[in-house]
């Protein structure tokens, strides 16, 4: 499975992106999907995840600012940033995984830049 992240850019601080993820083919079984982020310096944190079921999950630093969504039919998820924070910066990272054979498959990554 390939993934391909789009959306990242500069942005000023309270202002929204919308980042999207497309996978290169149908995702057959159960599954989650998510975004993930790493700021220079630091390790990569888990930014959202939703399950194929529909279940999310948040970092507790995005929680009410960021919403985490999927669309089954286009084998895509995608990651509403509102509110954003010069913290926020980061490169955004799509991420499968594949629960029956426990693999995960990542994006290439999109900056986000939250800056004034």
């Known amino acids: 499975v390939q993934l391909q992240a789009s959306g990242g850019g500069l942005v000023q601080p309270g202002g929204s992106l919308r980042l999207s993820c497309a996978a290169s083919?149908?995702?057959?079984?159960?599954?989650?999907m998510g975004w993930y982020r790493q700021a220079p310096g630091k390790q990569r944190e888990l930014v959202a995840t939703?399950?194929?079921?529909?279940?999310?999950k948040y970092a507790d630093s995005v929680k009410g600012r960021f919403t985490i969504s999927r669309d089954n039919a286009k084998n895509s998820v995608y990651l509403q940033m509102n509110s954003l924070k010069p913290e926020d910066t980061a490169v955004y990272y799509c991420?499968?995984?594949?629960?029956?054979?426990?693999?995960?498959?990542w994006g290439q990554g999109t900056q986000v830049t939250v800056s004034s």
């Open positions: 991420n499968v995984h594949i629960l029956l054979v426990d693999s995960d498959y």
């Open positions: 083919r149908s995702i057959f079984g159960g599954n989650v």
């Open positions: 939703i399950a194929s079921g529909g279940s999310t």
